[in-house]
């Protein structure tokens, strides 16, 4: 039977080299003779786990001094929250670019506990561009933007110069494009597309950010004692910790985020040279701001749909649905899809139209 | 080489056959040639997952009509402070039983958010016993205790008949023993004891109880929500919810709650027996409240410890060390333990008399 080829928008497409470690580690985790899910955390051998995580995930986006990185659990959208929990100040104001479902997602948090200032939105056009040219307020306590917007397809592809604390949530492109850290104050990102499975969100934190706002804050959404304890304040979400841990190694062997940036730029001009050649395509997203990681396209005749999801169903691709805020098809794929799925894609798309 | 007997208080042992299904699905899921951990949560094959494993708890406890069942993210950790958010109302009281280092950080939260009253206590000798005869005030907004505290080795034996809503922390003897849901508001249980590997948290609420406090309530915090959303508000912890899953199904396979009871009383009786008849252990708790689950004692005499681990490490017995707060041995014999393993424990313990 030939392979399936897995574009699905997330949880998605893994190594398989990640997944066989990973099957192996739920029966015999480091010839412990115990399974991975059935030590301590407390263990040597699973602090190894934790600690190896954290460092790949400094040396593969060169996180530089003053930043933490941890591991947490509650997705982005616990970390819509937990932004204004320990960043908005009691008089002020985050800003914040509303670029989709996700982006309002974390304006609607961020209103619960202070005063919420939306600088810019593509809501006009159902969300099909990134807006730009909007002004920051110097006064705001931070700008969050969404970096890669999943359900639509826009990418941010130059960051905005922020005189404020630049927070992002980068949970659909994380380490797949080079970044500069250091331009951000908050970077965060579940795990479930790039990283690893579903149930661990990243966090780099630049630790001179925090202790700023007046309020108590709750323990599990406090950055500064999840940093304390170093992802150990209470149990980690084990299994999927180390499943980051070996997509990450396999993201270093395969030659790092510069690497993997080259392949994914490749994926992109395939797939979307066929939406722009192929008249039975229609790309649905303003081409400057297409993003790398979901390709967003519709037949331009929709009564093809039929027929075009048993030409991906006979070919093995899985996952080609769009959202249901936007219909049609999305082609997602991240660091581990390979090209060569793309390519079938293509043909899919090209014989389709003789 | 003979088994490991796994005695990890969490995470911690869980059944064979549920560890080579679950390996098995990190490669291939239902035959779809796919990952567990690569496929849509909102797919038709880990739907099913999840309304099986809320099924299974259903089946299990009981679980009357007017209660839901769902399953989160965060831990117990989260949850101390998720009960005060949509319990504790702004004039109200939450009403609490200080039975260790749990219950002290479940009253920690609650704090936050509003006037807590602690009913008693049983600090004064370092949470050795349960405090019994405390009266509950007809005005709190709930009463909130741990069933079983597994660093100090006590257990609630009988549930204080309540006036308010009653609200439990059993995240280490959840599918231990018969309980009456019905005489419970809220339970909740982090899954990496009884149920799972590290990563879901299962709630069980009485419907009617929420939507009475007056806060704006942040969304992941939300009980509705989730409730409303059937825990699919965000991307669930895909495989710790199907590991929950193939385990609460081991456990339905060996006869559901009622038989494994019988199984966990006999090795509690099995290793306090030679606590009890051997001169050279004490039991460090009162023993009316002697835990099913977590077995702590130490050595009379401490400068043979280093040659009773020798003894256990020579018979492959893992886990046993006692938590730093405590000292000395703590056996940890959750459902997946065999009896067996506990029969090793006592021979080691016996052996080492002579």
Known sequence: MSKVHNFSAGPCILPKEVLTKASEAVINFNNLDLSLIEISHRSKDFVEVMDWATSLVKELLNVPEGYSVIFLQGGASTQFLMVAYNLL????????????????????????????????SSEDKNFNYIPKGYSIPLDADYLHITSNNTIFGTQVKEFPECPVTLVCDMSSDIFSRKINVSDFGLIYAGAQKNMGPAGATM???????????????????????????????????????????????????????????KVNNAKAELIYGEID????????????????????FVLEDESMNDAFNQALSDARINGLKGHRSVGGFRASMYNALPLESVQVLVDVMSNFRQ
């Open 203 to 261: 966090v780099i934190i630049k630790d001179e950010i925090l202790g700023k706002v007046g309020r108590a804050i709750p323990s599990m959404l406090n950055y500064q004692i999840h940093i304390k304890k170093e992802s150990m304040y209470n149990t980690p979400p084990v299994f999927a910790v180390y499943v980051s841990m070996l997509t990450l190694e396999w993201l270093k062997d395969v030659g790092g985020v510069e690497a993997i940036q």
């Open 277 to 296: 050649r192929n008249p039975l395509f229609r790309g649905i997203v303003a081409e400057e701001d297409r993003s790398t990681m979901n390709a967003t």
């Open 89 to 120: 100040t009691e008089n002020g104001t985050g800003a914040y670019l509303n670029t989709g479902t996700w982006a309002s997602k974390a304006i609607k948090e961020a209103e619960i506990l202070g005063t919420v200032k939306v600088l810019a």
